[in-house]
């Protein structure tokens, strides 16, 4: 299968439970997309990218607004991943890429979050 085919596997890494399990089944909905598993601990998180070879992490956005603080291990481990994070409340989401670029969202919808992760594959293709 040319890299082009295979879905965009997603470790989900987000803290509340309600909104994990409502981007689990929004996810596995698609198929272009693949959940490659739940990681609570961010400990385990920098091996679990490897391990699933995820190309998107989905991360709680802390109340502050702020750059969640694992990203910055994240893309040391790991150049070409994509980090999305939303808040809890749903309210506020943001792409993360490479670190040194940060895209707000124009909203926090389905059809937003779904473009996002498929920009990583579109990122990793080219």
Known sequence: MEARDRPVRVLLANKPRALRTRL???LRLQSD???AGTVLDPIDLLSA???TQ???VV???PASGEMP???SHLFYEY???LILALSATQSRAYVYHHVITVEALA???DEDILTAVRQAKADRLS
Do not use: H, Y
């Open 24 to 26: 689990a089944r929004l």
């Open 33 to 35: 997309i693949e959940v």
């Open 49 to 51: 990218v490897g391990e």
């Open 54 to 56: 995820a190309a998107v």
């Open 59 to 61: 991360v709680t956005l």
């Open 69 to 71: 603080g694992i990203c």
């Open 79 to 81: 150049p070409q991943l």
């Open 107 to 109: 909203s926090p919808s």
